[in-house]
């Protein structure tokens, strides 16, 4: 009820995309979102919270015990048990804001702006009075830092002092601090030993059980020799493979000697490392430090961190720079270890209005006491810019007299661990077992102001976050969802290769059309009376029989994906489904009022001698009373129509309430009328029709070999006639229009894995006087595409174009369609038409770009992004459409560069951010 109401409340639709994919018994639905949607527990509304912090007091339990939420003057402590109630008295200062809260030694440390207070459970056990402010506080256990508003940095640990635990302050050396942070290494990177001698120490563990495996070594060598012989000498190989301390490569090798559960062992065991613990700090003048917990000793000096360079370099010479004047601002750094046992260091930062990644690699250098690693950028989508308006006085985070921490880390929700980053547009930041690092939006429900983890009996491995609306939710991640993919998913395991999908918007169900294979020992055979029928085949057992497909259409619930009892449908075993679709026809007896229905077209191929037939068979979908002891049989299909045509029926789609159907080398336009099929209109087109696209009155067809050809239905008049169509010859894949305000393209895919946008464009002198389409636009994708569908963009409330009133205040030109895309290969892409202003300015970045950043391999983009032609062309490429995947490289590069290239342009870079940005936002639909 809690997550019902929430979605009703807000302005955002539940749209996902669902795909046939696999074959055979890899066959399944797969259903695709592009944020995280969570599953809504409860709803608390508590306004003004700026953070939060859920704290164990219980070592024995891994529950939460206690929600503090810190307000501008107050704090509130909230216990978590069976309900949220609040705890009024305890230990905790409830009279001034809170700035930190944490477990250190067994203990909870409640840092204010001028106390640091040690408690267990909520029992005081020691308050520490300051005469400075503080500005911010992080605690690693068993260690602590402190910053003051000076920049002073003072070090926080427990000290036993006459049996009784007491809080200690300790200066440092330390001064004009910007940002700090407290991190335990446990992968071993962070070591000042030389990558040689670890590799030393490992090796004894690598000869394990090494007499037994002599033989296998021996033949190693020997193919090594040959190598040799090919490729070069192999030492040259395993020559840099040494000097790198990388743990999975001696697992690797290890793996292969090792025979015996016992002899793995130990190789296990050497991957641990004793843990240590750091402090990770920024200067005013853009330095970043990491020092040594507890002895305060400097292991890592960058001094350009805060123009985001690409790789975080250790400086020899620890003089801070002179001078901070028109360095960008950290705002805040964080240092996490992901993946197995934490075992990936990663370095997050928020400089001025940028959110970078950088991901940490061993690197030996010469200097002895520094760490022999370094950093890394990692490439990603992340854009959390705020756009500046003004007269918001909405509650913001840095509104607040203490700078709220946006990088929220945790290590168990759901399974999962990362990073949660709060803001106007929150991101969930996964690193899962295959190593790669994913981003997944949580847009649905706006702006974020603090996040926390959960783990309660009645919230098992959760969360807590602060909406927009001041609402504290109680949420858990959706299990169902596989969040190791570009995009949230899940599949639905058919066993069957499915073609095609329908949603019925009446009974909110699922019609999906399916295909088995079966080996067919019968061959068709036409007799003299123009008879059909079959004949075995006498061949002996080791004959290999044809293989048929069988087809059948089946319902599926919505929420579950279970199938519908007695809803199958069957078809011949020589009937191919060739279409199917979801259409809302008018009919006679029902007026002007449109009724959903499915509609399949089907042809029955039976060898050479026997001509092509098909079907057009329209279903409808009845709510019946469900048996008692079949819950989910409430519905079933009632076939309305079902009669043979005189071909093959290769596409069927829906046009002002009429069926508009491809049979033979004709287009035909039907209305339904009494549960029968008639006549209205129809055209003779060219060789093969095998996609049609409609909008409005507006037909647009494939031929196989014949390009693209535009119509026009006049319902008044029943009859099709020819605007325009392109006269050159493409294998066509698939067409689509694109809807860019007023104007209309049509797009189309061809067998060279190319994107063509053509134009309708009569007052152009190459037109022919309307009668030729224009090519405006191509690219080359580097797949073949075979599906399109479009959706209106989310516009600046939020919303979906089309779905709310507030579209009808839009201007004609802010009026676009996102066209979506996917490929044979498992791919998914978009194209999104752009504002003229927006247009040039990216246009020039994206030239810019080609030179500017190096390029995986060395392969050129604007080469590989041209598009194909087959054989010699008398036309010239036209280089009108951006690759956005090259213009987030832009996010990558250092501050200087990115103003430098901005300045190339004129532009700025926070301008180009901002377009960046708008594109990103316009197409969160999903």
């Known amino acids: 009820q809690e997550e019902r109401r929430w979605q009703e409340g807000n302005n955002h639709h539940d749209l996902e995309i669902i795909s046939c994919s696999g074959y055979g018994k890899n066959g399944a639905l797969s259903i695709f979102q592009n944020s995280i949607r969570p599953m809504i527990n409860s709803t608390f509304d508590l306004p003004t919270v700026y953070n939060m912090w859920t704290i164990h007091t219980d070592s024995t339990s891994n529950m939460h015990s206690y929600l503090i939420l810190a307000k501008a003057d107050s704090t509130l402590v909230l216990q978590t048990g069976e309900d949220i109630t609040e705890v009024e008295e305890s230990g905790f200062s409830t009279t001034e804001t809170t700035l930190y809260v944490g477990n250190i030694q067994g203990y909870v440390v409640q840092v204010c702006p001028m106390s640091i207070i040690l408690l267990q459970d909520t029992t005081i056990l020691h308050r520490l009075e300051l005469s400075e402010t503080i500005s911010s506080a992080s605690v690693c256990d068993p260690y602590g830092v402190v910053m003051l508003m000076s920049g002073v940095v003072k070090l926080l640990g427990v000290v036993t002092r006459d049996r009784k635990p007491q809080l200690l302050l300790t200066d440092t050396s330390s001064t004009h601090i910007v940002c700090i942070t407290t991190y335990t290494d446990e992968s071993g990177m962070f070591s000042t030993e030389p990558l040689e001698d670890v590799v030393e120490e490992a090796a004894p563990a690598a000869s394990v059980n090494e007499t037994e495996e002599l033989p296998k070594d021996t033949e190693m060598e020997e193919d090594l020799d040959e190598d040799a012989l090919l490729y070069g000498d192999s030492d040259i190989l395993f020559e840099g493979f040494k000097s790198k301390r990388k743990p999975f490569h001696e697992e690797k090798t290890n793996k292969s000697k090792a025979t015996k559960p016992e002899d793995r062992g130990p190789l296990m065991v050497a991957q641990f490392h004793n843990p240590t613990h750091w402090c990770i700090l920024t200067r005013d003048d853009g330095v970043l430090e990491i020092r040594a917990l507890p ?38 750094i964080c240092v996490v270890g992901l993946g ?86 929150p991101y969930w930041l996964f690193l899962t077992t295959h190593g790669a690092l994913r981003t997944h939006p949580m847009y649905l429900d706006g702006k974020v102001t603090c996040f926390a983890p959960f783990h309660n009996v009645n919230c098992e491995h959760g969360f807590l976050y602060f909406s927009s609306t001041d609402e504290l939710r109680v949420c858990t991640l959706p299990t169902t969802l596989s969040y190791d993919n570009h995009w949230p998913a899940k599949k639905v395991p058919l066993r069957s290769t499915p073609h095609f999908v329908a949603y019925h918007h009446d ?63 069957d078809f011949h075993k020589y009937e191919r489904v060739t279409c199917m679709k979801f259409m809302e026809l008018s009919g006679e007896q029902m007026g002007e009022q449109k009724k959903g229905y499915v509609v399949a077209g089907t042809m029955s191929s039976m060898g050479e001698e026997v001509s092509a037939r098909g079907k057009i068979m329209v279903f409808d979908v009845m709510e019946v009373v469900p048996d008692p002891e079949k819950p989910l049989s409430g519905f079933k299909f009632k076939c309305l129509y079902d009669k043979e045509q005189k071909g093959p029926v290769t596409e069927i789609d829906c046009i002002l309430g009429h069926i508009i159907s491809a049979i033979g080398q004709k287009i035909y336009v039907w209305s339904f009328l009494n549960n029968d099929l008639v006549g209205v209109a129809f055209i003779d087109t060219q060789i093969y029709i095998h996609s049609i696209s409609v909008i409005k009155n507006f037909v647009l067809y494939a031929d196989i070999t ?49 994107l063509v946008i053509y134009s309708y464009q009569p007052e152009a002198v190459e037109s022919q006087g309307g009668m ?63 504002s003229e202003k927006k247009y040039r300015r990216l246009f020039m970045l994206h030239n810019k770009l080609v030179t500017a950043v190096p390029h995986v391999a060395g392969l050129n983009p604007k080469k590989f992004r041209t598009a194909k032609m087959p054989g010699r062309w008398l036309m010239n490429p036209h280089r009108n459409i951006l690759d956005y995947q090259l213009l987030t490289n832009f996010l990558t590069l250092s501050h200087t560069e990115r103003r430098e290239l901005a300045k190339q342009i004129g532009t700025t870079p926070s301008q180009i951010v901002d377009d960046l940005m708008s594109i990103q936002k316009a197409m969160m639909i999903f």
């Open 772 to 834: 030729k389409l224009i090519r405006k636009s191509d690219i080359n994708i580097g797949a073949h595409v075979n599906t399109f569908f479009r959706t209106g963009i989310r516009i600046h409330d939020g919303t979906i174009l089309g779905t709310t009133a507030s579209s009808a205040l839009l201007h004609p030109s802010e009026k676009r369609h996102v066209t979506w895309f996917a490929t044979l290969d498992g791919a998914l892409g978009s194209f999104l038409p752009l």
């Open 340 to 425: 197995w046992q934490r075992q990936r260091p990663y370095l997050l930062t928020l400089i001025d209005d940028d959110f970078f990644i950088y991901s940490a690699f061993p690197y030996n250098c010469t200097s002895k006491n520094s760490l022999k690693m370094r950093f890394a950028k990692i490439q990603h989508e992340v854009l959390i810019k705020k756009k500046k308006t003004r007269g918001n006085k909405l509650l913001d985070m840095d509104a607040h007299p203490h700078y709220t921490p946006k990088i929220q880390h945790f290590s168990n929700i759901a399974g999962y661990s990362g990073i949660f980053l709060c803001g106007d547009l």
């Open 295 to 332: 002895s305060w000793n400097i292991h890592y000096f960058c001094k350009n961190f805060a123009m985001s360079p690409k790789v975080l370099n250790d400086s020899e010479d620890h003089h801070p720079s002179v001078g901070s004047e028109g360095i960008p601002g950290v705002k805040e």
């Open 507 to 569: 009974t909110k169900t699922y019609a999906v059309c399916t295909s088995t294979p079966s080996l067919n020992p019968m061959r068709p055979a036409m007799q003299n009376n123009m008879d059909k029928e079959e004949a075995p085949i006498e061949e002996d057992d080791n004959f290999p029989y044809p293989s048929l497909n069988w087809y059948s259409i089946t319902l599926y619930t919505r929420d579950g994906w279970e199938v519908i009892p007695d809803s199958r449908i």
């Open 706 to 754: 014949k390009s693209i050809s535009l119509l026009t239905f006049d319902k008044e008049c029943k009859t099709l006639s020819v605007i325009s169509r392109d006269y050159e010859p493409m294998e066509v894949y698939r067409c689509e229009y694109v809807v860019d305000g007023t104007n209309l393209g049509f797009m189309v895919s061809d067998s060279n894995c190319n």
